[in-house]
T-cell receptor, first 115, second 114 residues
Framework: GNSVTQMEGPVTLSEEAFLTINCTYT??????LFWYVQYPGEGLQLLLK?????DKGSNKGFEATYRKETTSFHLEKGSVQVSDSAVYFC??????????????FGSGTRLSIRP | GAVVSQHPSRVICKSGTSVKIECRSL??????MFWYRQFPKQSLMLMAT?????????EQGVEKDKFLINHASLTLSTLTVTSAHPEDSSFYIC??????????FGQGTRLTVV
């Protein structure tokens, strides 16, 4: 079945460091890919998305490129801030689902940024 | 983006009682709503999918008699945890979608059963 695998955390970085969180997926068809962020004590927020191969999603300095050949959607940011500390979820929508937007999530990666 | 409001954000209840969680789409018609639960330090697991006016479809391993889902209107779905026990303590979150478009998530409800 469809699934998402992302790197385990926690990831701890110093402020202004470069961030990569790896994500790979398995899917039949052509899913859309997402990164969601969950700040402490809050619900999920969509961070960015890409709907087809070679698309790049970007938001708040974060980027991820939909790589069909490697089935990957790695999240990157050139210079992280303390306020980026959160849990990040890679996800895809199930293209075989008859209705809308069944989202399949990865296990989440907790990111902590040191001042 | 569209707004999905979930209420309450936190609830503490006694073991054996029932708790109702509401999920509302504020500015669009949610033809489909999804309910997830998240255990500490784990990912979100889909519990069930509800389409307006139809019975919910539950994922394997989710007890439909324990987690009652009602999607009576295009803007409201409710999840009732019946006869709650401490092991039901979790973070419950809903998402709503209008006709094959992007799903938007509520803020989540942290349930603690004591």
């Amino acid at each position: 079945g469809n699934s998402v695998t992302q790197m385990e955390g926690p990831v701890t970085l110093s402020e202004e460091a470069f961030l990569t969180i790896n994500c790979t997926y398995t899917a039949t068809g052509y899913p859309s890919l997402f990164w969601y962020v969950q700040y402490p004590g809050e619900g999920l927020q969509l961070l960015l998305k890409a709907t087809k191969a070679d698309d790049k999603g970007s938001n708040k300095g974060f980027e991820a490129t939909y790589r069909k050949e490697t089935t990957s959607f790695h999240l990157e940011k050139g210079s992280v801030q303390v306020s980026d500390s959160a849990v990040y979820f890679c996800a895809l929508d199930d293209p075989g689902y008859s209705s809308a937007s069944k989202i399949i999530f990865g296990s989440g990666t907790r990111l902590s940024i040191r001042p | 983006g569209a707004v999905v409001s979930q209420h309450p954000s936190r609830v503490i209840c006694k073991s054996g009682t029932s708790v109702k969680i509401e999920c509302r789409s504020l500015d669009f018609q949610a033809t489909t709503m999804f309910w997830y639960r998240q255990f500490p330090k784990q990912s979100l697991m889909l519990m069930a999918t509800s389409n307006e006016g139809s019975k919910a479809t539950y994922e394997q391993g989710v007890e439909k008699d324990k987690f009652l889902i009602n999607h009576a209107s295009l803007t409201l779905s409710t999840l009732t945890v019946t006869s709650a026990h401490p092991e039901d303590s979790s973070f419950y979150i809903c998402s709503a979608s209008e006709q094959n478009t992007e799903a938007f998530f509520g803020q989540g409800t942290r349930l603690t059963v004591v």
